[in-house]
């Protein structure tokens, strides 16, 4: 009798072995491919995400370059003149070199401002804003000619007054798309104001 019981026994447990056994070898090749695929999605978004990085890096150091070379290049063309140089100024007015230092911070500023503000997709969506952002760049351009080269101390103050009111106006514009480039104007406009009155004291002197 206990011959049989054990072998009644072994013929039930057969088939629970063989369909353990079976559904252990139909359920593994689903879960490595599953595990597979999920490895080459994160590999494809980490690859993703490295030429994104790229690509930005790239765009930053265009929109950082150009203006900087741009206005380095209207520096040594007419960035110098000697009746500025022997003036005599009050302690607030900065020396000639100072002022083209700070022209090119301000430059690299609002090369930053423009690539977030470019970056956040404002450019696409208010083409306004590109010609309000190029507006103030061909401004801070016009200052240095004017006032060191043709001496017109009048359209010079015009022109740094145009400067003060096209960055507060870019101030207000990217202050809506990011608070990182609207505080970065704000140094920019304090120079704009300083060239405002160098413009001032020049014009009186």
């Known amino acids: 009798m206990e011959t049989q019981n054990l072998k009644q026994r ?16 139909y359920d593994t090749p689903e879960r490595d491919t599953a595990n597979d695929e999920s490895d080459k999605g994160a ?18 150091s265009v929109a950082l370059s150009i203006p900087v070379i741009i206005t380095l290049t209207n520096i ?12 005599n100024r009050p302690n607030w007015v900065p020396p000639i070199w100072a002022l083209h230092m ?17 970056a956040e997709g404002e450019f696409h969506k208010n083409p306004n804003t590109v010609g309000l952002y190029l507006g103030q760049f061909g401004l801070s351009l016009l200052w240095d000619p004017l006032m060191f080269k043709m001496g ?5 103050l015009l022109v ?11 101030y207000r ?21 300083l060239l405002a009155f160098v413009s ?6």
Do not use: H
């Not at 494809?44 to 890096?57: E, H």
């Open 43 to 60: 590999g494809q978004t980490r690859q993703k995400r490295r030429i994104m990085a790229k690509r930005g890096l790239k765009s930053l």
């Open 160 to 170: 740094a007054l145009g400067m003060c009111y096209a960055l507060f106006r870019c």
């Open 10 to 25: 072994s013929t039930r447990d057969e088939p629970n072995a063989n369909a353990t056994a079976a559904a252990a070898a």
């Open 152 to 156: 017109a101390n009048w359209a010079g």
């Open 76 to 87: 040594y063309m007419f960035g110098s003149n000697d009746t500025y140089k022997l003036s």
């Open 200 to 205: 001032l004291k020049l014009l009186l002197t």
């Open 102 to 118: 700070a022209c090119l911070g301000s430059a690299s500023l609002l090369g930053l401002c423009g690539w977030i503000v470019w």
């Open 173 to 193: 514009v990217f202050k809506r798309v990011n608070d990182i480039a609207a505080d970065l104007v704000l140094p920019c406009l304090g120079w704009a104001a």
